[in-house]
């Protein structure tokens, strides 16, 4: 069993709809990163959280530290937000190294 | 753009030989991590630099090797490629032993044919 699971592994959203997706690790971890990835590789930190609640933009970012689980949200969801979207964390028992999850392709239609 | 920068940005290699990718820090960074990243998959931690040492490796052979210099800038070296390590190389760079923020260049795609 992978460490960090996402869900889902894919979603098709219409432009405008409201977008979740949803990660949990098994883990005692540091912290908790949201990343993007578009097509040709490049990857984009989006959030680092630690607890609580991070916003920025159209974008939230929500983590539970007793249920170790964390949510991405897309509000106003655009073709522009089509990418992956990755889930890391930072696992107190091995340094500081991220650990992925498998990823959430998220494709947006206009 | 971060402003983590990696080079070159493609490359083609045959199998048995020696590849070395290079990876620029965001400047004020001593920490950068490298990570190697499958087709359609997620990336892998392959190791991490802190002021110039390795601190902390994956499940990678002792083939993947690396450096960093005094200017934080690192290098990543691969021995007797195999078809199996073509790939997109990531490096992220990040302060003080990688607990922050992580600020990821624009990857290496290695082609091992």
């Known amino acids: 069993k992978n460490e960090v699971e996402q869900s889902p592994q894919n979603l098709t959203a219409q432009e405008g709809e409201f977008i979740t997706i949803n990660c949990s690790y098994s883990v005692g971890i540091s912290a908790l990163h949201w990343l993007q990835q578009h097509p040709g590789g490049g990857i984009v930190s989006l959030f680092m959280l630690s607890s609580g609640k991070k916003k920025h933009g159209r974008l939230i970012a929500t983590i539970n530290i007793q249920e170790k689980h964390s949510s991405l949200h897309i509000t106003a969801s655009h073709p522009r937000d089509s990418a992956v979207y990755i889930c890391a964390v930072l696992i107190k028992a091995a340094g500081n190294k991220l650990t992925f999850g498998g990823g959430t392709r998220v494709l947006v239609k206009p | 753009e971060t402003g983590v920068t990696q080079s070159p940005t493609h490359l083609i290699k045959t199998r048995g030989q020696q590849v070395t990718l290079r990876c620029s820090s965001q400047?004020?960074?001593?920490?950068v991590s490298w990570y190697q990243q499958a087709l359609g998959q997620g990336p892998q931690f392959i190791f991490q630099?802190?002021?110039?040492?390795?601190?902390g490796r994956g499940n990678f052979p002792p083939r993947f090797s690396g450096l960093q210099f005094p200017n934080y800038s690192s290098e990543l070296n691969v021995n007797a490629l195999e078809l199996d390590d073509s790939a997109l190389y990531l490096c992220?760079?990040?302060?003080?032993?990688?607990?922050?923020?992580?600020?990821f260049g624009p990857g290496t795609r290695l082609t091992v044919t």
């Open positions: 630099y802190y002021r110039e040492e390795e601190n």
């Open positions: 992220a760079s990040s302060l003080d032993g990688g607990s922050g923020e992580q600020y």
């Open positions: 400047s004020g960074h001593n920490t």
